[in-house]
């Protein structure tokens, strides 16, 4: 039966771990770089290109004539100078057609930590029951590792959310064997319907809220809105054009 592990924080990744094995990842940080990313992609984005840090970000802007990209970004939660900053409603206003370059404190980070894996998934409430189908289709028998970004360290109360969400989705369509970290997250979610509720009642979900983003906090408690599907290739994320494994 396929193992389904949950690791609390972008911290707990150990790189080698994941490159030794057959491991496929889901990486979350539902406040706000994966939401955002799902749906910048929904709303017409080439591309995602997540990137470690601010002078990445700098140095990948160079590869673009102006016109062709949007540079968005937050550290610790507080805008980058020079960089939009990475609300899913204001980036979807202006992407289609063109590559989002994103920075973050945490879901960016986790993404690359996370690309020795043999496949790397990027969900949010928006999308997990379409990650969940893709997962279900695996030929074979792979480990299913769900990263939850977390917030510099700490657990994120949203990413937790989040994960018991994707396994909700998960046991829908099939059996899977899960640590008891992931049956934490899945009870927690099974006994908080409400999702908007819980986003906005975390640490983050505040603080989005204090500095009037409650749309975007909206948006990222949306479930199952889109069914695209992802995926990190060559450092960039598109949207995944088959299920096989």
Do not use: W
């Not at 470690?52 to 970000?57: D, G, S, V, Y």
């Not at 204001?90 to 986790?110: D, F």
């Amino acid at each position: 039966m396929t193992k389904i592990h949950l690791l609390m924080r972008k911290e707990d990744i150990k790189e080698e771990k994941i490159a030794d094995g057959k491991k496929l990842a889901v990486v979350l940080d539902v406040l706000l770089a994966t939401t955002t990313i799902v749906s910048a992609l929904k709303d017409g984005a080439k591309e995602v290109i997540p990137v470690l840090h601010r002078q990445e970000a700098m140095e990948v802007v160079k590869e673009f004539q102006h016109g062709q990209y949007i540079l968005a970004g937050e550290l610790d939660a507080y805008p980058i100078n020079g960089f939009d900053y990475p609300s899913p409603i204001l980036i979807g206003e202006t992407i289609k057609g063109k590559s989002l370059i994103l920075s973050t404190t945490n879901g960016t980070v986790a993404l690359r930590n996370s690309s020795s894996a043999n496949k790397v998934y990027v969900a949010s409430l928006l999308n997990s029951p379409a990650v969940a189908a893709s997962l279900q289709k695996m030929r074979e028998k792979q480990t299913i590792l769900i990263i939850c970004s977390g917030n510099s360290g700490e657990i994120s109360l949203e990413d937790f959310y989040g994960a018991g969400h994707l396994i909700d989705c998960l046991l829908n369509l099939c059996q899977y064997e899960l640590t008891d970290a992931a049956k934490a997250a899945l009870y927690f979610y099974r006994g908080h319907e409400d999702s908007y509720e819980v986003l906005l009642d975390s640490y983050v979900g505040k603080l989005l809220g204090k500095h009037n983003h409650h749309a975007d906090v909206k948006m990222a408690a949306s479930k199952g809105i889109t069914s695209i599907v992802p995926i990190l290739k060559d450092g960039k994320v598109v949207i995944e054009t088959t299920c096989s494994v």
